[in-house]
């Protein structure tokens, strides 16, 4: 029985198999063709790597088929709305950027992450002048 939920098993997508060139002994000739990029090429070690890499974009997809399908479509229409208004919301350019208003909506603000603890404002890399980057950014300068 599907109810056009998502599957809840974890798929493997996107796999490439590296092939070097090989010499006579069997590894690759990195004299002759130099180190081959391998990073572009890698793919997930695990099944579930491919999973929870887009966790976040899979439970909002089956949030919104849940909602579409108990409360009809206005529900799921209305959320994406919602959100896509909260993430355009300007900020001056000396100011931290926190969307305390998507964090609500979408229940971020419930969970203590890694960016709540290692992206404190006051340890922000560049700190100048506030009239004269809102100056810079209107271009006043």
């Known amino acids: 029985m599907n109810f056009g939920y998502p599957s809840l098993r974890p798929t493997h997508e996107g796999g490439v198999e590296i092939q070097h060139e090989k010499s006579n002994y069997g590894v690759p000739d990195v004299m002759t063709y130099g180190i081959s990029d391998a990073k572009s090429k890698l793919t997930p070690v695990h099944p579930l790597e491919y999973s929870e890499k887009h ?67 006051e340890d922000a890399e560049v700190m100048g002048h506030p009239q004269a980057m809102m100056e810079k950014q209107i271009g006043l300068i």
């Open 55 to 121: 966790y976040d974009g899979n439970q909002d997809e089956l949030t919104m088929r849940m909602l579409r399908n108990t409360q009809g479509l206005h529900a799921p229409l209305k959320l994406r709305m919602e959100k896509h208004m909260l993430k355009q919301i300007p900020k001056g350019p000396c100011i931290a950027s926190t969307n305390i208003g998507l964090e609500t909506l979408t229940g971020e603000d419930l969970d203590i992450d890694v960016k709540d603890v290692y992206n404190a404002p």
